[in-house]
């Protein structure tokens, strides 16, 4: 079983949708990371929560400690947003991953 | 991904070949991580180093080394690839007393 579970592995938005990306773990956390890789591979840090809410632009994560688990929304998705979206999960000095929600945003 | 390097880009090895992924930082982080990324898998680590000279492992460490001499530089050793080591490495880099990381562009290995 892996620490960290997302889901939905697979999402297809239309341009304008309101987006939300689950995130599900199991193990005593620090910290909880919301990373974008784009199509071409990178990965970039978007998020990092230990309690309540934080909004970047279109982008807003909240996290729950006591139900572990954690969201990311996207409101008015646009294409740009396709990427490959990762909750991951800092115990200690090492980190788990979960696999990913692929978003596919279609003019 | 800016201050973190890695080469190769690509490299394809034969099984039982060996060989060395470099990553370098020029943010003075004192952790730094290696990663690799299966297809449908979530990234795993495979070794971590909390400053230079000091190392540990991480859930996937079985047939890879790595060293830290300094700040900038951690690599990552594989002793006679196998075809199971094919995947993409991407290394990271955390300052101390933040969670931040930072990731490098990715070395993308086939082992045939």
């Known amino acids: 079983k892996n620490e960290v579970e997302q889901s939905p592995q697979n999402l297809t938005a239309q341009e304008g949708e309101f987006i939300t990306i689950n995130c599900s773990y199991s193990?005593?956390?620090?910290?909880l990371h919301w990373l974008q890789q784009h199509p071409g591979g990178g990965i970039v840090s978007l998020f990092m929560?230990?309690?309540g809410k934080k909004k970047h632009g279109r982008l807003i994560a909240t996290i729950n400690i006591q139900e572990k688990h954690s969201s990311l929304h996207i409101t008015a998705s646009h294409p740009r947003d396709s990427a490959v979206y990762i909750c991951?999960?800092?115990?200690?000095?090492?980190?788990?991953f979960g696999t990913g929600t692929s978003l596919t945003v279609i003019p | 991904n800016a201050g973190v390097t890695q080469t190769p880009k690509f490299r394809i090895l034969k099984i039982g070949q060996s060989m060395t992924l470099q990553c370098t930082q020029d943010?003075?982080?004192?952790?730094m991580y290696w990663y690799r990324q299966d297809p449908g898998m979530g990234l795993k680590l495979i070794y971590y180093s909390v400053g230079a000279g000091i190392t540990d492992k991480g859930e996937v460490p079985n047939g890879y080394n790595v060293s830290r001499s300094t700040t900038e530089d951690f690599p990552l050793r594989l002793e006679l690839a196998a075809p199971s080591q094919t995947s993409v490495y991407f290394c990271a880099v955390r300052l101390a007393g933040t969670y931040e990381q930072y990731f490098g562009p990715g070395t993308r290995l086939t082992v045939t």
């Open positions: 193990v005593g956390i620090s910290a």
């Open positions: 929560l230990s309690s």
């Open positions: 991951a999960v800092r115990t200690g000095n090492q980190f788990y």
């Open positions: 943010m003075n982080h004192n952790y």
